[in-house]
C-alpha cells in the first residue's frame, strides 16, 4: 500500500503564509514527479506546482511568484510554501505523486486526501 498524508492547512488572514506538507510511504521502489493541485467549490480541479525527481518545478501562472515547492527525497516529502495568500486561493489541496511500486512494474498516480486552505478576513 502507498498513503500521501497532508498536513499544514487551516485558515489564514489575506496575506498570510501557510506551509502545506505531504509525507509518502508504504511500498515505494521508486518516487517519480510530485506536486500539489487544488480544487475549490464548484470548480474543476487544477495544478499548482509540482517538482521532478531531480528539482525542476513548474507552477501555475497565478500562483508563480507566491508559491513555493520543495522536496526531501530522502524522507520523501513534498512541501508547498505559500505566501502572500488571497481569498482566490481558497481551496481543498491535494497532494499527487507519480510512484513506481516495485521493480519492473509500470508507474501510477497517487493522491492525498486533500487538506484544506481558506483565506478569509
Known amino acids: 500500500q502507498v498513503q500521501l498524508v497532508e498536513s499544514g492547512g487551516g485558515l489564514v488572514q489575506p496575506g498570510g503564509s501557510l506551509r502545506l506538507s505531504c509525507a509518502a510511504s508504504g511500498s515505494i521502489f521508486m518516487l517519480y514527479a510530485m506536486g500539489w493541485y487544488r480544487q475549490a467549490p464548484g470548480k474543476q480541479r487544477e495544478l499548482v506546482a509540482s517538482?521532478?525527481?531531480?528539482?525542476?518545478?513548474n507552477y501555475a501562472d497565478s500562483v508563480k511568484g507566491r508559491f513555493t515547492i520543495s522536496r526531501d527525497n530522502a524522507k520523501e516529502m513534498v512541501y508547498l510554501q505559500m505566501n502572500s495568500l488571497k481569498p482566490e486561493d481558497t481551496a481543498v489541496y491535494y497532494c499527487?505523486?507519480?510512484?513506481?511500486?516495485?521493480?519492473?512494474?509500470?508507474?501510477?498516480?497517487?493522491w492525498g486526501q486533500g487538506t484544506q486552505v481558506t483565506v478569509s478576513s
Open positions: 499527487n505523486a507519480v510512484i513506481r511500486k516495485f521493480p519492473f512494474t509500470s508507474e501510477t498516480d497517487y
Open positions: 517538482i521532478t525527481s531531480r528539482g525542476t518545478t
